[in-house]
Each structure stands twice: as structure tokens, then as C-alpha cells.
T-cell receptor
Framework: DAKTTQPNSMESNEEEPVHLPCNHS???????IHWYRQLPSQGPEYVIH???SNVNNRMASLAIAEDRKSSTLILHRATLRDAAVYYC????????????FGQGTTLQVKP | EPEVTQTPSHQVTQMGQEVILRCVPI?????FYWYRQILGQKVEFLVS????????KSEIFDDQFSVERPDGSNFTLKIRSTKLEDSAMYFC????????????????FGPGTRLTVT
């Protein structure tokens, strides 16, 4: 199982973009990169996933390095409701789909 | 919007007792999971379940744990003889199989059951 490494915490101001980095240097060639977030007292919530190309959805963008050893989750305009723990995960696309979570990045958003 | 539900929200039990945590996955999903999160720690995979059998389990999921889909809608996690270290938040998740090239591996998580073993 590939290991992911993220900064423990980050701060952002409301309405500003946030770039959340993740290192996954041991990820296999066929493993997707998934991002989930966990709001206080809730279960994890899917944010976005990708394999090689950059991806956009209504919640965020995902920029994947060409060598796939790292990726960056981009929240274009942080809101107070985006304060959460963000997890970069490996797996999710194996036959079983299990997700391997790292410690995650706690994002604080200041008004 | 469909959602995964879990009951109870909080379960307190004494060491050595059996507990059953219940989950109702989203109705057309075919893959089911249990994860746990000890307070202040990361989310850990326990087990995946597909086609009425365990497809993968972690080292945490020892003989004290079992899963069942008894009636086509519920998905349960049983801990036969609880230990203090089983105290954690337990999350159920489910997903639909990826559809061809438009792969979607999104897992939907329930709100969790907080298990406290005293």
C-alpha cells in the first residue's frame, strides 16, 4: 500500500485560494489518487480523484505531477465551511477499492 | 440525496461484551466497507465486502471481528469480545462499481458510530 505524506496543518484566509500538497512517491502506476475531507464530527467526504491528468469538479481541482509522485488539491476560494481535515489517499481503485488514509492536513480558514 | 446511515450513533459497552454496529448502505451500491478512527488518529481500513463475501481485510480485522449482510439492505460489523482498545469511531462506506471508462471510485461514508468500551 502506497504511503502518503501531507503537512499537518495549513491556514488560509477566506475567499483566497488554497493549495494542499501531498507526496505519494511509492504509488503504483495504476492507483488513482483520491482526496477526501472530514468535517468536524462527520465521516469522510469525497472531494476529487485522478490518475494522471489534472481534474476539475465543482468542489476543487487536482493537479498531478508528471511523475505522479505528488499532487496538489486546489480550493479556488476557501470558505469557512471548507475548514476540515483533508486526506490524500492511495488505493480506492483496486479490486477491493479500499482507501489508505494518511494523517491528513488540518485546514483552518480565517474570516 | 441518498446517504449511508449508521446506528447507533453512540454505543457504550463493557469489556468482553459483544457489540453489533449497523449500517444501511446506499441501495444500488455493491461494495461495502468498514473503517475505524481512534480519537485523534487517522482513519484506518478494516474490511471490504463484495458479492456476499469479504474481499479484503486488514491486520486489525482479526477473529474477533465479523461482517454480515443479513437481508440485502443492512451491513453489520460484529465485535465478539470487545477490548478497551476497540474504542473508536466506526465508519461504514459503500460505493457503486466503476462504469467503464467513466470510472467513479467515490466512496460514500456514513456519519459513524462512536464505540466506547469501559
Amino acid at each position: 500500500d502506497a504511503k502518503t505524506t501531507q503537512p499537518n496543518s495549513m491556514e488560509s484566509n477566506e475567499e483566497e485560494p488554497v493549495h494542499l500538497p501531498c507526496n505519494h512517491s511509492t504509488i503504483s502506476g495504476t492507483d488513482y489518487i483520491h482526496w477526501y475531507r472530514q468535517l468536524p464530527s462527520q465521516g469522510p467526504e469525497y472531494v476529487i480523484h485522478g490518475l494522471t491528468s489534472n481534474v476539475n469538479n465543482r468542489m476543487a481541482s487536482l493537479a498531478i505531477a508528471e511523475d505522479r509522485k505528488s499532487s496538489t488539491l486546489i480550493l479556488h476560494r476557501a470558505t469557512l465551511r471548507d475548514a476540515a481535515v483533508y486526506y490524500c489517499t492511495s488505493g480506492g481503485s483496486s479490486n477491493t477499492g479500499k482507501l489508505i488514509f494518511g494523517q491528513g492536513t488540518t485546514l483552518q480558514v480565517k474570516p | 440525496e441518498p446517504e449511508v446511515t449508521q446506528t447507533p450513533s453512540h454505543q457504550v459497552t463493557q469489556m468482553g461484551q459483544e457489540v453489533i454496529l449497523r449500517c444501511v448502505p446506499i441501495s444500488n451500491h455493491l461494495y461495502f466497507y468498514w473503517y475505524r478512527q481512534i480519537l485523534g488518529q487517522k482513519v484506518e481500513f478494516l474490511v471490504s465486502f463484495y458479492n456476499n463475501e469479504i474481499s479484503e481485510k486488514s491486520e486489525i480485522f482479526d477473529d474477533q471481528f465479523s461482517v454480515e449482510r443479513p437481508d440485502g439492505s443492512n451491513f453489520t460489523l460484529k465485535i465478539r469480545s470487545t477490548k478497551l482498545e476497540d474504542s473508536a469511531m466506526y465508519f461504514c462506506a459503500s460505493r457503486f462499481p466503476p462504469l467503464g471508462e467513466e470510472e467513479s471510485y467515490e466512496q460514500y461514508f456514513g456519519p459513524g458510530t462512536r464505540l466506547t468500551v469501559t
